[in-house]
């Protein structure tokens, strides 16, 4: 699959404090996707993307499809304690069925 | 409603042995995959299954993999003579398997699979 670029590694912020993490890819993604997962969890899906410059809201989470096709980012505002996680992107583009191909995370710890 | 199961959500096996992964998807949908997650990394797509067509199996890392699905709906992820290499977290996820919805993909909570 494709390879995804997501950064930061990991972030280590303030309750109250906004996040942005983004990832981009080499290739065009016709959906953007950005999940969250908590240990001995499976992804959970918070925002679906699926038109080039859409940008879309759920709750504190912002999310955006880049123009270019190649990027996405997500930004949280007011981060809370159970904001903590592992947030992760991914593309899809009709191949394999759908598949998705996923980055490689991005750690958040948010202290109280 | 009933979110994607999987079964066991451990699975300690030796070094050789064959093991089997089960998924339950959601009630109706018709798209199933399975990923593979190593420590600190992303998911990998090994295989999807949609309606009765002929699995996608592009995403298998060898013969040593395989998975069916049976009347649609549950599905088995079989790994023969296991390697260290194949610990990981093993994701089923599934989705409506519509067009335009394709993405909106739910995961069930993963079977870790430890082999010694």
């Known amino acids: 699959g494709q390879q995804l670029n997501q950064s930061p590694q990991s972030m280590f912020i303030q309750e109250g404090e906004d996040v942005s993490m983004n990832c981009t890819s080499s290739s065009i993604f016709n959906t953007w996707l950005w999940y969250k997962q908590e240990p001995g969890e499976g992804p959970v899906l918070l925002i679906a993307l699926y038109k080039a410059g859409e940008l879309t809201s759920n709750g504190r989470l912002t999310a955006q499809f880049g123009i270019t096709r190649k990027d996405s980012f997500l930004n949280i505002s007011a981060s809370i304690p159970s904001d903590v996680g592992i947030y992760f992107c991914a593309g899809q583009n009709g191949g394999s069925g759908y598949a998705l191909n996923f980055g490689k995370g991005t750690s958040l710890l948010v202290t109280p | 409603g009933a979110g994607v199961s999987q079964s066991p959500s451990n699975k300690v096996t030796e070094k050789g042995k064959d093991v089997e992964l089960r998924c339950d998807p959601i009630?109706?949908?018709?798209?199933l995959y399975w990923y593979r997650q190593s420590l600190g990394q992303g998911l990998e797509f090994l295989i999807y299954?949609?309606?009765?067509?002929?699995?996608?199996k592009s995403g298998l890392p060898s013969d040593r993999f395989s998975a069916e699905r049976t009347g649609g709906s549950v599905s088995t992820l079989t790994i023969q003579r296991t390697q260290q290499e194949d610990s990981a977290v093993y994701l089923c996820a599934s989705s409506k398997g519509l067009a335009g919805a394709y993405g909106e993909q739910y995961f069930g909570p993963g079977t870790r699979l430890t082999v010694t």
């Open positions: 009630s109706g949908h018709t798209a």
């Open positions: 299954f949609q309606g009765n067509s002929a699995p996608d």
